[in-house]
């Protein structure tokens, strides 16, 4: 499946430019920072879901603690 991503002037300037400082086209830069954005969410959905996991595990431990 294939989209259109539209940046703005300033964007594609910034853009183009970081791909010149590393040898890349544009495409690879964009499409490396996807990846990194897609993993780091996911790290992040499953960090909550281990903490919720855990709080459920521990409440009654979390509580007297709490006391």
Do not use: K
């Not at 400082?21 to 964009?30: D, F, K, L, P």
């Not at 990194?36 to 960090?47: C, I, N, P, S, V």
């Amino acid at each position: 499946m294939a989209m259109t991503l539209r940046l703005s002037e300033s964007q594609t300037e910034a853009l183009r430019r970081r791909a010149e400082a590393e040898g890349r086209s544009m495409q690879q830069v964009a499409l490396r920072a996807i990846e990194e954005y897609l993993t780091r969410a996911a790290d992040d959905d499953l960090t909550d879901e281990l903490a919720e996991r855990g709080a459920e595990r521990f409440a009654d431990l979390l509580r007297r603690l709490g006391e």
